[in-house]
């Protein structure tokens, strides 16, 4: 009697090998943004077939890198259960913690904008957008935070400072591990700088407390 085929090592090996497919992606394109699905492929240590198999085409692959980005993204401005922080305390936090994400997805997002379209990159940044204004309009309602203009182009203009910052990290003209670029944008967002760099210091040594005590 034929013994019956095991399917589960087979779902396994297409996880593991999607899973590789995606982390070649991420490391090629940022290497190089004209990448071809071929060199990606050798890169995956899988053949074309294989790639294709998963990812029909160009717009596929970045379309599932797009939806890890948001999930990341979803993931890092989840508030932490307690109580609410104080805008500057919040605002410092918020960009410490999508840094990592931010400098992980910077290249994706403009692949993005080119290859999947605005939309997608709006829909992308949701999460993130929605928790910045939240945490600027709470500042002006506090008055900590200027108010000459709506939070949302505040946090829109925040932003494109961030993604600035990232790309000067990216080209090798400046370092930073997140400190400074939440230091200038709580400096942009109103707060003097000798407060913000206090605030981001304390935050980001509750951070590390928090990482060693889990």
Do not use: C
């Not at 000459?148 to 591990?177: F, I």
């Amino acid at each position: 009697m034929t013994k019956p085929v095991a399917r589960e090592p087979l779902r396994s090996n297409a996880r593991s090998n999607r899973a590789r497919i995606l982390a070649a992606a991420r490391q090629e394109l940022g290497r190089n943004p004209d990448v071809t699905l071929e060199e990606i492929a050798r890169a995956a240590g899988v053949v074309r077939r294989t790639l294709f198999g998963h990812f029909p085409g160009r717009a596929a692959l970045l379309d599932a890198l797009a939806e890890e980005a948001s999930e990341a993204l979803r993931g890092s401005v989840a508030r932490p259960p307690g109580a609410e922080e104080t805008p500057p305390r919040a605002l410092a936090r918020f960009v410490l913690s999508i840094w990592p994400v931010g400098d992980r997805y910077r290249l994706l997002l403009a692949l993005a904008r080119q290859d999947l379209g605005t939309e997608r990159v709006s829909e992308i940044l949701a999460p993130a957008r929605s928790e910045a204004t939240a945490i600027l309009e709470r500042g002006q309602r506090a008055g900590v935070f200027h108010d000459h203009l709506p939070a949302a182009v505040l946090s829109a203009a925040l932003e494109a400072l961030t993604l600035s910052l990232l790309e000067s990290v990216n080209t090798g003209t400046w370092e930073d591990d997140g400190s400074s670029t939440a230091v200038a944008t709580l400096v942009a967002a109103g707060v003097p700088e000798r407060e913000a760099t206090a605030v981001v210091r304390d935050v980001v040594s509750e951070k590390r407390a928090d990482t060693s005590d889990g």
